[in-house]
């Protein structure tokens, strides 16, 4: 980046003012609350890692207040995504002083691949809309060979249960599928008051590093299947909980190692992945040497 362009960078206007000029108030459909401080936003790009050269993706930038911080901060490229037209203008007045390292796509982000997007692996980060913060993450873990880590605000209680360990209250399907994939790191909680408007919850930023390859052998339907089935009736023993899924549980889990008498808030990820492919072999899916289905 040449000084020039990092000093056009550094003198944007103000970001109440951008909001204030381009008619950005938050709309509770789309799950928007903009984050304006700037020492926050630089403290998020700075969480992503080392961004020099990287492609990075953000989703719902609005302002483009992140959008700012990961562009100060090296990022050799931003592909933001974002579904509400309003911004769009806000975010071409960025893209004209970003020096070609800005794409702005207007687009929903649940429905924009994020093998579409070119330029991998990716790096993602953004202030994630609450209202699909889940299903985007889930449909991310699905195609996690394009990503090579992702640095998401979640409300705090989500940035828990991804983070959490077996035996705790907030362990469940959302822990087994993100750290089957990924090493979880929660950096840093935001208070509400950082927020216009303010949310009713305080939210987190967690880091997601993606492993080249899951943590243990297993297919991601299978394994989908398994933690529904058994965090479905979580206070159930798995001899009961996992009838929901199969004809005969006790040999499900006897072909897994698993005591029958345990609960789903016991088993760690490896024992999962092993009921995962137990399931497969019962079943009769066909699993390749990598333990996907084929």
Not at 29 to 51: C, K, T, V, W, Y
Not at 120 to 133: G, H, K, R
Not at 228 to 252: C, S, T, Y
Request: aromatic letters at 4%.
């Amino acid at each position: 980046m040449t000084s020039g362009n990092q000093a056009t960078l550094d003198n944007l206007p103000p970001l109440r003012d951008v909001i204030a000029r381009h008619g950005l108030t938050a709309r509770k459909s789309l799950g928007q609350n903009f984050l304006l401080d700037e020492n926050l936003l630089n403290r998020i790009a700075r969480a992503a890692g080392p961004l020099d050269g990287r492609h990075v993706v953000e989703v719902g930038p609005g302002p483009g207040g992140l959008t700012r911080a990961l562009l100060r901060a090296g990022a050799g490229r931003v592909t933001a995504i974002e579904k509400d037209r309003r911004a769009i203008a806000a975010l071409e007045e960025l893209a004209n002083v970003a020096a070609g390292r800005l794409t702005i796509v207007e687009a929903d982000a649940l429905d924009t691949p994020l093998s579409d997007l070119g330029d991998q692996p990716l790096t993602v980060a953004a202030n994630l809309p609450f209202n699909i913060a889940t299903p985007l993450l889930m449909s991310w873990l699905e195609a996690a060979e394009a990503v090579a880590s992702m640095t998401l605000m979640f409300q705090r209680e989500v940035a828990a249960r991804l983070a959490a360990q077996p035996r705790t209250k907030d362990y469940g399907r959302l822990a087994v599928a993100t750290q089957w994939r990924c090493a979880v790191k929660r950096c840093f909680d935001v208070p509400p008051r950082a927020f216009v408007p303010q949310p009713k919850v305080a939210a987190s930023v967690v880091r997601l590093d993606v492993m080249a390859a899951p943590a243990y052998p297993a297919d991601a339907r299978c394994l989908s299947d398994v933690a529904k089935a058994a965090f479905g009736q979580r206070r159930k023993a798995l001899r009961n909980a996992l009838g929901a899924l199969v004809d005969d549980p006790a040999a499900l889990l006897s072909a897994a190692g698993i005591e029958p008498g345990r609960r789903a808030e016991e088993l760690d990820i490896e024992e999962f992945a092993r009921l995962a492919r137990a399931y497969a072999a019962i079943t009769n899916k066909p699993i390749g040497a990598d333990g996907q289905l084929v």
